[in-house]
Nanobody, 113 residues
Framework: QVQLVESGGGLVQAGGSLRLSCAVSGIRIRGHDMRWYRQTPGNQREWVAIITSGGWTNTADSVKGRFDISRDNTENTVYLQMNSLKTEDTAVYYC???????WGQGTQVTVSS
């Protein structure tokens, strides 16, 4: 059974940083593209970042230059480094294996002004 467990969220002041982790079990992430999404109440999940199996990365315009996605295939974990956080980054953050409709419980990020 595939499981994704996000962690690392919390309360941070604007301008601060957080590093999110997504530990995956039940499947090796090595051959898969991995993505981060976020969701606020009443809204659809918004794509944030992707890292391909080959290591190519891309981020949404709203976080470009501030967020960085990485992966450790040995640890079967994906990371999201978030810097220069803004209040509008407040959301529940989820990771996802591209092509699979499976989601973890998410991790709450709250950025205060």
């Amino acid at each position: 059974q595939v499981q994704l467990v996000e962690s690392g969220g919390g309360l941070v002041q604007a301008g601060g940083s957080l590093r999110l982790s997504c530990a995956v079990s039940g499947i090796r992430i090595r051959g898969h593209d991995m993505r981060w999404y976020r969701q606020t109440p009443g809204n659809q999940r918004e794509w944030v970042a992707i890292i391909t199996s080959g290591g190519w990365t891309n981020t949404a315009d709203s976080v470009k230059g501030r967020f960085d996605i990485s992966r450790d295939n040995t640890e079967n974990t994906v990371y999201l480094q978030m810097n220069s956080l803004k209040t509008e980054d407040t959301a529940v953050y989820y990771c996802n294996i591209r092509g699979r409709d499976q989601w973890g419980q998410g991790t709450q990020v709250t950025v205060s002004s």
